[in-house]
């Protein structure tokens, strides 16, 4: 049996807080984000900037001290390199050509003061504002598919001649229905996507040792701290014996 859709101006306006609402907290999630990668670029970061050189030191003294079979440069390097990388956590690229054009289509269309319609209400100059703030962040983020996405919500409910007409209002109730749907739809998937990305697991799980009365962070500090005294110590020890002639038995 069809279920007929909601197509009140309660309903629209319920759709809007929750679009509101989901905006806010994927605001506050990314913030939240920034300042644990922040934290550890600036706390952690040095420390495996730091243990990379050291373990390659060692790896390099055992092989002439004839400990280790030489390894692939080009896989070690990709193996040192991951100990420090987060996904997601390296700077921003360059904004394609491609995504500059999407930017200012999606400007010149949505963009309050680029309106044809100088007299603009209230309702439609602030939906005209969240979209394009939604657009800045999704440029920020260098994300096309949001910025497309952003692009379809406006052809869906584009700025309606409303009159006393009930068919042209429902229509553009049904417009705005849809089109709040499915910013609903892509919010949520925008959402698990950050909560998957590195940075975003590794937020989970700070959160689940603290639950448990333990500093995660801390104990990850520690525990790079502990390895470069372990690779320093045995630095020291390879260098301070003379090379062997070949590989050992």
Known sequence: MNRSIDLSETNVTSLELQVATRLSELAALK???????DRYLGEIGPLYAELIPLDAAVAEAEIKAGL????????DADVL???FELSGCGPASEPSVDLK????????AVHPDLSPHQDLDERTRFRRHSLMAEANRAYAERDEDRLRLIMRAWALEADAVIDDDPDAERARRQRRTAALQAQLVELDREFAEVQRSAIGRLQRKIDDAKAQGWDLFGEMQRQTKREIATARAKLARLNARSPAPGLRS
């Open 101 to 108: 054009r999407m930017f200012r289509d999606v400007a010149k």
């Open 31 to 37: 913030t939240q984000l920034q300042a644990l990668q």
């Open 81 to 83: 390199s991951s100990r």
């Open 68 to 75: 280790r079979v030489p390894d692939d440069d080009e896989e």
